[in-house]
């Protein structure tokens, strides 16, 4: 049920939603050594509703960092949920259709109980006119910001799903660090995959239970257990980074050794598929089929990525890796996706175990 909450947003391009403060706050946790005197830009977050903004406003100082940039585009859907704090010269009802970029380079105790709270930021912002100010669009790719772009360091955010493609790959094109929000379904694009094959990006630490409940104004069709007011639940959301953070250090425990019965061959690939991550066998010296979800348990001085088998693999993969993996056009295929006695698979990562183990 939850997946048709993303599909119909895609249909329509209402795929704004605003991430919940509690799920950022779990996320950042693990990057804070990366912001220290950085410049940190959020350039798909209104600061009436961003809850990034809010995050990174109120620990200003204790990151450290050197500026803090937030734009939102004009026509934005979400009014009043997450952040209400309201600019003086403007009606309530002018922030759904003007763009506004704020940048902040300090925020001071301004109330004096000895902590920079939510009202601390909420003073700066109503008393500080350098701090706001309107922007033609707010789109991401239109120039004024992307020479914001050009300023941060660190780009941290949850860009619109539907134009992740553009938005990742306007990250590559500018070198810039960032942790932002995806779905994973985004692994498969031609454009994104080889960017994790690369090791250019990889994944964080991801929702609990990879899904998450977004503020949205969409409607939201999940079960009664899994439903929330003003509330959409997506699943198969994560976190994409190009910060180097300890999990990717972290090595897979392998307990599975390899059979024949167990471990079928494609019938269009020369490699084994897995069924689950976790069945991956340790002695295992060729090429492996495993699900998409193992990037959440990647470690590259573990493993080898050598392409995906999905439906776009035979249109976007070099000749010589199609070579490497052994492939053949079967009629079950669709494009790429391996086929096991006849059935075609759900999509794969073919990946090759570095330090195979004769015993474990």
């Not at 799920?23 to 961003?50: A, M, T």
Request: proline share 4%; aromatic share 12%; with cysteine.
């Amino acid at each position: 049920m939850a997946n048709k909450n993303l599909n119909a947003a895609k249909v329509a391009k209402k795929d704004e939603f605003y991430t919940q403060l509690s799920d950022i706050e779990r996320e950042l946790q693990h990057y804070w050594q990366h912001f220290r005197g950085k410049v940190v830009l959020c350039n798909c977050d209104d600061p009436y509703e961003s809850n990034f903004f809010k995050y990174f406003a109120l620990r200003f100082n204790q990151l450290g960092l050197k500026k803090l940039i937030c734009t939102c585009y004009n026509g934005s859907p979400v009014t009043g949920n997450e952040l209400a704090i309201h600019f003086d010269g403007f009606d309530d009802d002018e922030p759904k259709k003007i763009a506004y970029k704020v940048e902040i380079t300090e925020v001071k105790d301004e109330n004096g109980d000895g902590a920079v709270d939510l009202s601390d930021v909420q003073y700066l912002l109503k008393n500080d006119k350098n701090v706001l100010a309107i922007l033609k669009t707010g789109d991401f790719r239109s120039q004024e910001c992307i020479e914001l772009l050009k300023e941060a360091d660190i780009v941290v955010t949850n860009p619109p799903f539907s134009l992740f493609r553009e938005y990742i790959g306007q990250l590559m094109e500018y070198g810039k660090k960032f942790v932002i929000v995806g779905h994973q379904n985004a692994i498969t694009y031609k454009e994104v995959f080889p960017l994790l094959r690369n090791n250019e990006m990889w994944l964080g630490y991801g929702f609990k239970g990879a899904a998450a409940h977004f503020y949205s104004p969409y409607d939201d069709i999940a079960s009664a257990g899994d439903h929330k007011e003003n509330m959409i639940r997506v699943s198969g959301v994560n976190w994409f980074t190009n910060l180097e953070i300890p999990k990717r250090n972290e090595e897979l425990d392998l307990v599975c050794r390899y059979s024949e019965d167990e471990y079928p061959k494609y019938d269009n690939y020369d490699a084994i598929n897995v069924g689950r991550t976790q069945d991956i066998p340790c002695d295992y010296a060729g090429l492996m089929g495993v699900p998409i979800t193992f990037l959440d348990k990647y470690n590259p001085n573990q493993f080898e990525i050598i392409w995906q088998a999905s439906g776009n693999t035979r249109a976007s993969a070099p000749k010589e890796v199609l070579e490497r993996m052994g492939y053949e056009i079967h009629p079950e295929d669709r494009g790429g996706c391996g086929v096991v006695h006849g059935k075609r698979q759900y999509s794969r990562i073919l990946i090759r175990n570095k330090h195979p183990q004769a015993s474990c």
